[in-house]
Every structure is written in structure tokens, then in C-alpha cells.
């Protein structure tokens, strides 16, 4: 996965981070550097809007590299 430099700091070194809760897993890019991060994706299938991992990571990895 590749992403796009950080709009805040102009960091190249983004990751992917994935915390995982009882009910729900949270995902989101952040950046090593400055710490900004997009808003999170919350993804349970008991709330009725579940992802797959690979989707969830997709999504935030593909609305990161979009961003304005």
C-alpha cells in the first residue's frame, strides 16, 4: 500500500493503524512524524456496518491518498 505524503508536515512515513476494541475495530492512517491522522473508520458488523479487514484498510488507505 502505498500513500501519499502528509498534508500537515510533508512526511513521507505514513502507516496503517488498526485498533481493535470489543465490539468494533477502528482504522486510520496516521503519520509518523506530526501525528495527524484521518478520521477513523469504525467497522462492526454488529452495528450493521462491518468491513472486511482488507476493505477497511483499502477504504482508509484510498480516502488518505484522495484527501483535499
Known amino acids: 500500500m502505498e500513500l501519499k505524503p502528509c498534508s500537515f508536515c510533508g512526511n513521507l512515513s505514513m502507516f496503517l493503524q488498526r485498533d481493535k476494541f470489543a465490539k468494533c475495530d477502528v482504522y486510520y492512517i496516521k503519520c509518523y512524524n506530526c ?5 477513523k473508520l469504525e467497522s462492526s458488523w454488529e ?10 484498510e483499502e477504504f482508509v488507505s484510498k480516502r488518505w491518498n484522495e484527501r483535499h
Do not use: V
Request: net charge negative; aromatic share 14%.
Open 35 to 39: 501525528g495527524a491522522c484521518d478520521p
Open 47 to 56: 452495528c450493521g456496518f462491518g468491513y472486511e479487514r482488507d476493505e477497511a
